[in-house]
């Protein structure tokens, strides 16, 4: 199976900035056709999706209440996503998690790629901004 494992979570002050990364393994994992996708889950919340990229293509989309704030990226060679929040504010305090799935060939919305079934999830990271 794929593994994520999360990392770079912690408390910051609102306005400030942090870089989550999420590790990928897995046997099954190097196939170039994979999407990754960051979600977040705050208490009594459902999860929300937060930004999505392909692995190959580099083709990225973002949540509404994050876009210009965030930026997502990878690196191939590592299997590493990453996530750079910056301008934090208290309402973005959350878990978030890695999320990943093979997808075959072709082109895929921006609404596909953030509301698809996600088959493989880390564990989470705690992000807590303060006011």
């Known amino acids: 199976q794929v593994q994520l494992v999360e990392s770079g979570g912690g408390l910051v002050q609102a306005g400030g900035s942090l870089r989550l990364s999420c590790a990928a393994s897995?046997?099954?994992?190097?196939?170039?056709?994979?999407?990754m996708a960051w979600f977040r889950q705050a208490p009594g919340k459902q999860r929300e999706f937060v930004a999505v990229i392909r692995w190959s293509g580099g083709n990225t989309y973002y949540a509404d209440s994050v876009n210009g704030r965030f930026t997502i990226s990878r690196d191939n060679a590592k299997n590493t996503v990453y996530v750079q929040m910056n301008s934090l504010k208290p309402e973005d305090t959350a878990v978030y998690y890695c999320?990943?799935?093979?997808?075959?060939?072709?082109?895929?919305?921006?609404?596909?790629?953030?509301?698809?079934?996600?088959?493989?999830w880390g564990q989470g990271t705690q992000v807590t901004v303060s006011s």
């Open positions: 897995g046997r099954t994992f190097n196939t170039n056709t994979y999407v």
């Open positions: 999320a990943a799935r093979q997808i075959p060939y072709g082109y895929y919305s921006p609404y596909a790629l953030s509301t698809m079934k996600y088959d493989y």
